[in-house]
């Protein structure tokens, strides 16, 4: 491995250059997006193996290639470490990204033309929970779903009615940009209403889920989705999880209906974040996720800004600008705050009068600053830079020193100290 590793930077010092800058970047800034995350040394080595040399279409036992015995035993480790994680019935580690796990549930479970109810992306959702712009939304009968304009919490009387209403044939759960838990025992029982299926998108809390600290899907969803990195803390990739009864319609779904060869080397790499993520670290660090998530939030609301919901329960929060800056937008505020060190994404809130390039809010999460080594302690501090910048977000002067203080911050706690 070291000697393939050390080929790199002779070969092609342009991208050894390139990836030497942003892990500078990466060290010297905080980083709060909350769909983010830093991959362990591990998961890093298992991506880069000789297990990227081999086509393996098929699935173990299974393959139209030969040579597969290895990429056999490597899919069939990640599967049952993924089972034992999560309680599944059944698990296909094969779907490249989350958007692709998806798009192989629909296009499993259902027909051109019917009905889903899903989370509006304005309000927290994802573009293939039925936004108009992307397949779900061309090739389904969309019904979105939101948040209360009061409380800014979804109203499962709301999601009851819309399904009597809509008869979806399935029913999406799962958000983006939701600050707090869901009650998938309630989603189930809507779902059993009206027959349809229940579909629980699991990409941003799998790693709480895993850890803990947060309600569990897996028992009352036909078929779960996650991708692999975000809060499990692996490499870029997803996964499908499904009672026995739909594996076969899934697993066709994915290959020869969506993908053809699986890329063994990131499912490797797979296999050895859900070996992380069986460790009793892994819990103490999801709990530490969501107190860092609390203790920011709190923070944040003591320097005048509001956050939608009020608050949060689990690893992130929208931040409301106009509350406090009624002109500044969630592009700027995020444009700002890059200047400064402070990496966050601009982001729709409930209700948004802007456009969605522009937007009223940001979010912001604790993933990676917790993987960091960060606590509440810290959280202040990241909370007061971020109140700092945007207060004097027009004096040059004054962000650069606030990047200088936050490349000091960041110095104490490396980014690769914490990840073996």
Known sequence: MNTLE?????????????????????????????????????????????LANKYAEGYPGERYYNGCKFMDETESLAIARA??????????VQPHAGSQANMAVYHALLEPGDTILG??????????????????G????????G??????????EEIERLAVEHRPKLIVVGATAYPRHFDFSEWRQVADSVGAYLLTDIAHIAGLIAGGVHPDPVPYSDVVTTTTHKTLRGPRGAMIMCKSEYADKIDRAVFPGLQGGPFLHTIAARAVAFKEASEPAFKIYQAQIVKNAKALAARLIENGFRLVSGGTDNHLMLMDLTSKYEKLSGRQAADHLEDAGIIVNKNTIPFDKRKPRTTSGIRIGTP????????EDEMIQVADFIAETLENRQKASIKRRIREKVNEFCAQFPIYEYLG
């Open 147 to 156: 948040v209360d304009a009061k409380t800014e919490r979804i109203d499962m």
């Open 138 to 145: 061309c090739y389904y009968n969309v019904v979105g779903y």
């Open 83 to 92: 089972k034992a994680l999560f309680g599944a019935e059944h698990v296909n």
């Open 6 to 50: 050390s080929k790199l930077g002779e070969v092609d010092p342009q991208i050894v250059e390139i990836a030497s800058k942003d892990l500078t970047r990466q060290q010297n800034s905080l980083m709060l997006i909350p769909s983010e995350n830093y991959a362990s040394r591990a998961v890093m080595e298992a991506q880069s193996s000789v």
């Open 119 to 136: 989370m509006s992306l304005s309000h927290g959702g994802h573009l293939t929970h039925g936004d108009n712009v992307n397949f779900s």
């Open 368 to 375: 990676m600053i917790t993987t960091r080594g960060m606590k």
